[in-house]
């Protein structure tokens, strides 16, 4: 009998032990628990659950849970309480709780998530987490902090070993020289990057950027703007298909329909680049400036902001009030300018044209002062009262003006004598070496 019952015995044991080893061979095919202040197993209808307490480590393939409390089964890891996960030295994961499905290898985190990866942290109450992809899903608002550029969305996710991130939904950005508002963005992480992928504003400090397309250099303050770019400053607004500003270098250009609309000047073409630190302007392709009651086309203008001097390379028009002028190449220097190739300026008020190869003329009087050809005469043409042209061709011609007072005295009431000057201004023009003129009723030939 008794030898019976110590069999029996043993038969239990051996059974129990058996059933103990089945429960560390399931786990540990998935699982290792390095240590709990406290283990035990629990028998369940579907296995076995092991509840770990105080002090938990666990080892999954190359990721380490720590937490207060834990429970595993061959399904799932839960923790709670101080919960952390770490990945190969590159990922670290703080929360309430976890739970982690050990089939799917993904992860639901819940309670004041912090997701650290290099120099990026994610905040968020809850983190769907991808073990085998390395990415974090959120679904209701997060913030990630990388270096001092802070953003914030409704949904996204954190692609951790792409240093990527995806920003949806009442998207912001938060940094030292602006903010930034969008419905989608992309972060890449290792170049302090923001893509963006639809309509986006900018906010600077004294301007407003919008776009649809482009990204934005951080660390540099790089940035290019595409699809219905607008830059709109306190005093200048800039239009393009796409807009490039360099912060450092101060440096904007307007490629494709540019458009600049200054305080006193605009431009369009089909390039413009500005430099914001001398106020240097070039404008090319279908080049046009406007400054003042001056209107000048060309292929290519150089044009600058402070100075207002200016100059052309290719066919190029310049328009004021009332004088036209045409010439290959047109440039200012300082209150003068001068036109040259094949160089037609023309007085609309006053019917007088001039055809040379070299035009100097004043900016201020929109006049010209010295017209001469490099081979053979200059020709002026006079409209003359009537129909007739008078016709003047010389070496050189010049033009100048010059103002004449009259005085007219008076006595008034109380008998005083009274002045009045009277002033007008008298238009003079001077032809120098082999001058001929002529119409349709007499010619004259002289030196001068």
Not at 66 to 90: E, H, Q
Not at 239 to 265: C, H
Not at 410 to 418: A, E, G, H, K, N
Request: proline share 0%; charged share 25%.
């Amino acid at each position: 009998m008794k030898n019976f019952i110590a069999t029996l015995l043993l038969v239990f044991v051996l059974a129990f032990l058996a059933k103990a080893q089945d429960v560390d061979t399931l786990a540990s095919e998935k699982i290792k628990i390095v240590y709990a202040d406290l283990q035990r197993t629990i028998k369940t209808d579907s296995g076995f659950d092991r509840y770990l307490e105080g002090r938990v480590q666990i080892i999954k393939d190359s990721s380490y849970f720590y937490c207060d409390t834990a429970r595993i089964n061959d399904n799932f890891l839960k923790g709670w309480g101080d919960v952390s996960m770490l990945k190969n030295d590159s990922l670290e994961v703080f929360a309430d709780s976890l739970v982690y499905d050990l089939e799917t290898e993904e992860a639901d985190i819940y309670g004041s998530v912090y997701v650290q990866s290099k120099d990026e942290i994610l905040f968020s109450d809850y983190i769907h987490y991808d073990d085998r992809t390395d990415i974090a899903y959120y679904t209701d608002k997060a913030i990630l902090r990388s270096k001092e550029v802070e953003l914030k969305s409704k949904r996204g996710e954190f692609r951790t070993t792409e240093d990527l991130a995806i920003f949806s939904q009442k998207v912001s950005v938060v940094d030292s020289a602006f903010q930034l508002f969008a419905d989608t963005l992309l972060y890449r992480t290792d170049l302090n990057k923001a893509i963006f992928k639809g309509p986006t504003n900018i906010v600077l400090d004294s301007a407003d950027v919008y776009c649809e397309a482009g990204y934005f250099l951080l660390d540099v303050d790089y940035g290019v703007f595409k699809k219905n770019a607008r830059y709109v400053g306190e005093k200048d607004t800039a239009i393009a298909d796409t807009i490039k500003a360099d912060g450092v270098g101060k440096i904007v250009e307007l490629i494709g329909n540019a458009y600049y609309q200054g305080e006193t000047a605009h431009a369009e073409g089909d390039y413009i680049k500005y430099n914001q630190r001398n106020g240097d302007v070039e404008v090319r392709g279908n080049a046009f400036v406007l400054d003042g009651e001056q209107r000048l086309r060309s292929d290519v203008i150089f044009y600058n902001k402070k100075t207002k001097l200016f100059s052309s390379e290719g066919r190029s028009t310049i328009n004021s009030a009332s004088n036209q002028l045409q010439a290959d190449n047109i440039e200012s220097l300082d209150k003068t300018g001068r036109a040259i190739g094949d160089v037609i300026f023309q007085d609309t008020s006053g019917g007088v044209r001039i055809d040379s190869d070299i035009l100097e003329f004043d900016q201020a009087q929109s006049s010209y002062n010295k017209a001469y050809n490099l081979e053979g005469p200059a020709l002026l043409r006079a409209k003359m009262d009537g129909s007739d042209s008078l016709y003047i061709v010389a070496d050189t011609l010049y033009s100048f003006q010059d103002i004449t007072f009259d005085t007219l005295s008076s006595y008034d009431q109380d008998s005083v004598l009274s002045y009045t000057y009277l002033s007008d201004t008298i238009d003079y023009l001077t032809a120098y070496y082999k001058v001929s003129v002529y119409n349709a009723n007499f010619q004259a030939v002289c030196d001068s």
